[in-house]
């Protein structure tokens, strides 16, 4: 099975893919998080993206697109895996359906995970990941039991450098003119599934499983 999250920063794509990687037991592939990783290894790559990431702006498709054919060709996404935050662009979009062509796997559906403007910014400005464990809490919706500690593991929690008002900003201006044609690209041949996005983790969790199971129920036994 081959997922592909879409939606707006602070939709819920990382929320909702890790409930999606317990459920079927298939990888996340976030390409914001394999960013930061090389940003925090120090890695030549890292520093390459940091300036783009920190600006709110899309690393450029040449070193995405490097990164995310390496990353899908390891053994765990053999049996399929739940894109987040790929692709981002026209561009991104093709190369991934290239890619898939090439090898004779379909991409099984695009789920749209849509939220209002002004949800998406307490979201992002609301946001808390743990520096240990990668948790993510909200201070508004979902606050952990001790202000700043992870209630998973005792680490330490940190907004994202770019989860800051000026950033968040640029970030949604990126994704209304770079990510939005892709709703389109999708609707085109019927992989697209709106998810309405707002409201109970819980509730949205089983509109998007609901969307799959009908998918995976329609193909043939492999
Ligand atoms: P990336 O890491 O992909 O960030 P993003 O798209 O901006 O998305 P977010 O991670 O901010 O949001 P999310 O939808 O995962 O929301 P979450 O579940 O955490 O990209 C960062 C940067 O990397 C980009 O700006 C770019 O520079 C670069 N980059 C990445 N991919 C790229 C690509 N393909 N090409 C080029 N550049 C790329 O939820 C947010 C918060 O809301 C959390 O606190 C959560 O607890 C809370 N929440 C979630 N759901 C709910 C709910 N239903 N109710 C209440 N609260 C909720």
Known sequence: ?????????????????????????????????????????????????????????????????????????????????????FPRNQTQAVALDEMLADADLPLDLALLIDVDIPTLKQRLLGRLTCKSCGAVFNSFTSPPRRSGVCDLCGGELAHRADDNEETIDKRLGVYEAQTTPLIEYYARDNRLRRIAGVGDVDTIFAAIIADIDAKLSQQPAR
Do not use: C
Not at 27 to 46: E, N, W
């Open 1 to 85: 099975m081959r997922i592909v999250l879409l939606g707006a920063p602070g939709s819920g794509k990382g929320t909702q893919g890790q409930r999606l990687v317990e459920r079927y037991n298939i990888p996340q592939v976030s390409t914001g998080d394999l960013l930061r990783a090389a940003v925090r290894d120090g890695s030549k790559l890292g520093h390459e993206a940091k300036g783009y990431m920190d600006a709110g702006q899309l690393v450029p498709d040449s070193v995405v697109l490097g990164m995310i054919r390496e990353r899908l060709a390891r053994p765990d996404a053999a049996q399929g895996y739940i894109l987040d935050g």
